[in-house]
Nanobody, 120 residues
Framework: VQLQASGGGLVQPGGSLRLSCAASGMIFSIKNMGWYRQAPGKQRELVATISADGSTNYADSVKGRFTISRDNAKKTLYLQMNSLKPEDTAVYYC???????????????WGQGTEVTVSS
């Protein structure tokens, strides 16, 4: 199983970006998904999560600005980021809990990270 994150880049304050995280490989089902970020010199932190039934959870710092969503048919996770601020600058990582065929348990997989820079 591999996760490919994309969509990062340089954007001005107040701008928008949409991140994607596509899973590939032998996948039977995907349960919870999430986005995390790590700013320079800081620990990785939770940004948002979405469960299999579509329930979402957001860090207080991004509520009202970011929207997490998923397309189960495409095995893809999204993060729509609006009203971006310089403090949103970080490497964004995706995580998916995946069950592969012939296994009964879910395992956690991480994408390689996509860099978001918010600067004028």
């Amino acid at each position: 199983v591999q996760l490919q994150a994309s969509g990062g880049g340089l954007v001005q304050p107040g701008g928008s970006l949409r991140l994607s995280c596509a899973a590939s490989g032998m996948i039977f089902s995907i349960k919870n998904m999430g986005w995390y970020r790590q700013a320079p010199g800081k620990q990785r932190e939770l940004v948002a999560t979405i469960s299999a039934d579509g329930s979402t959870n957001y860090a207080d710092s991004v509520k009202g600005r970011f929207t997490i969503s998923r397309d189960n048919a495409k095995k893809t996770l999204y993060l729509q980021m609006n009203s971006l601020k310089p403090e949103d600058t970080a490497v964004y990582y995706c995580r998916q809990e995946v069950r592969i065929p012939h296994m009964t348990e879910f395992s956690q997989y991480w994408g390689q990270g996509t860099e978001v820079t918010v600067s004028s």
